[in-house]
């Protein structure tokens, strides 16, 4: 078997010709890994929780930290080395644009306006007035950030242990970590409005996987950033970019803003935006809140079901969700409210239980136990998950499938190995079949 080198320009290429299909079908694989991942056992699959130990952190200069992932399914075994960086806490004064797909668009968030009545305005025109817009912005050299992508590389071996494929790990990444938050996303009754915090690799695939998933009822993408220049580069990629023609233009409804803390209206928008979203994605390695709790703690903010995923941050002094967002989703429902509130669990659902206890920042500043998290592979499995929820008073699958649907849902990752090989080994075999990649014989 020749080995198959994929570099981050491969994957990229590769994963930006997937079709609806092909990301469905990536995401059912990777959804049954990690079913078998929470439910099975030795004798059962190679991807149980006992094949897949813990990583190992090594502390690395300039605060970076490289990580060992080291993980196994059932035909592959395999390894993600990957050295990230934190993101910088400098924070500036600022700006905000919003533009919309149509062919004419008013920004309703500034005074800056895009329509014209007599022209049609195209992306090539809303972007030179974004640059207009920007020019008052803080010199590049004060506002850029750490590089927050990992860098690093995913080897996979077969069961046997003769390698068959290295690939680059940073487009892999992002790509598997948006694929399994997608999983509760794509059950959601209501995705008409996203907010989506950060503009690195991360926001840039879940914006996408949203769209390729249910474009057609996204009606609204709000990306809000620290730093106004990496956004406006994120929106530059969406529409000038070729691969985005598509998605961009599959709905004439869909429109795009973008909030920094650079703009003087910031905490109202962030209010706003926090408040109308059906799914929040935060994809940000912040050392801090992103928001106030009480944006979906008090009762306006209660009254609207949402999704919340929370992927960014992966080290326990790390934190996107301020803690009593989780305290609340897991507290006791006694179901004598005075005002409608929407529905929860009782959990705050995880890639993996013993990971998230011992990494997640948002876990143990919560102070959150075992009992009140539940892996995302037991939830696929409907039935079987709602057998759990009969036993802590919940109405079982009915309810089970309604709260996962229409109701406030926390989702907390700090990513698996096992994510990088199920994911890995699929597209290597895609590559294979389309000619991506470079093959070396006889190795």
Same mark, same amino acid.
Request: hydrophobic share 35%; proline share 4%.
């Given at each position: 078997?020749?080995? /198959? ?49 813990? +990583?190992?952190?090594?502390? &690395?200069?300039?605060?970076? *930290? ?24 400098? *924070? ?26 007599? $022209?049609?305005?195209?992306? #090539? ?22 590089? $927050? ?8 071996? /077969?069961?046997?242990? @003769? ?12 790509? +598997? ?25 991360? &926001?840039?695939?879940? %914006? +996408? ?12 993408? !709000? ?38 803390? #650079?703009?003087? =209206? ?9 408040? @109308?979203?059906?799914? %929040? ?12 709790? =009480? ?20 080290? !326990?002094?790390?934190? #996107? ?14 179901? !004598? !409210? ?15 239980? =013993?990971?998230?206890?011992? #990494?997640?920042?948002?876990? @143990? ?5 075992? =009992? ?37 849902? %926390? ?9 990088? %090989? ?11 079949? +389309? ?9």
């Amino acid at each position: 078997m020749p080995l /198959t080198v994929l570099s981050d320009s491969d994957i990229h290429s590769l994963l930006f010709s997937l079709s609806r299909d092909d990301v469905a079908s990536l995401q059912e694989n990777l959804a049954e890994a990690l079913h078998e991942y929470s439910t099975g056992t030795q004798e059962t699959t190679g991807c149980c929780s006992t094949f897949q130990p813990q +990583r190992i952190s090594i502390p &690395a200069t300039n605060n970076q *930290t490289t990580l060992f992932m080291p993980a196994s399914t059932s035909t592959s075994r395999g390894m993600k080395i990957a050295t990230l960086a934190t993101a910088s806490e400098s *924070t500036r004064a600022g700006s905000l644009l919003s533009i919309k797909s149509t062919p004419s668009t008013t920004s309703s968030a500034s005074s800056y306006s895009t329509s014209n009545s007599n $022209t049609p305005v195209t992306p #090539e025109s809303q972007l030179s007035n974004l640059s207009l817009a920007t020019s008052n912005a803080p010199d590049p050299s004060v506002t850029s950030s750490q590089y $927050t992508s990992p860098i690093g590389s995913l080897t996979l071996l /077969t069961a046997s242990g @003769k390698p068959y494929s290295f690939l680059a790990a940073s487009e892999l990444t992002a790509f +598997r970590t948006a694929l399994a938050a997608m999983m509760i996303f794509n059950r959601r009754t209501n995705v008409h409005t996203i907010a989506v915090f950060g503009a690195g690799a991360q &926001a840039l695939w879940h %914006i +996408r996987l949203a769209l390729i998933l249910r474009g057609h009822d996204i009606h609204h993408v !709000h990306i809000i950033n620290r730093n106004f220049e990496r956004a406006r580069q994120l929106m530059t990629t969406i529409y000038t970019s070729k691969e985005w023609d598509g998605l961009r233009n599959a709905n004439d409804k869909l429109d795009f803003s973008i909030v920094s803390n #650079e703009y003087g =209206e910031y905490n109202r928008l962030l209010k706003e935006h926090v408040r @109308k979203a059906d799914a %929040i994605f935060c994809c940000t390695p912040s050392t801090a809140p992103l928001f106030p709790a =009480e944006h979906l703690t008090n009762t306006e903010g209660r009254k609207k079901g949402r999704y919340v995923s929370a992927i960014g941050s992966y080290r !326990h002094h790390m934190i #996107e969700l301020h803690p009593e967002i989780l305290r609340q989703a897991v507290a006791p429902d006694h179901k !004598h !409210h005075h005002h409608r509130h929407a529905e929860k669990s009782g959990v705050v659902v995880v890639d993996s239980l =013993e990971a998230c206890m011992k #990494e997640a920042g948002e876990v @143990k500043q919560a102070g959150l136990t075992p =009992e009140q998290l539940v892996e995302i592979g037991e939830l696929l499995m409907v039935k079987k998950a709602s057998l759990r929820d009969i036993e802590m008073g919940g109405e079982g699958e009915v309810g089970l499938k309604r709260w996962l649907q229409a109701g406030n849902v %926390i989702y907390k990752s700090v990513g698996l190995g096992l994510m990088d %090989i199920c994911v890995g080994e699929d597209l290597v075999m895609l590559a294979r079949e +389309r000619g991506f990649g470079t093959s070396v014989e006889g190795f």
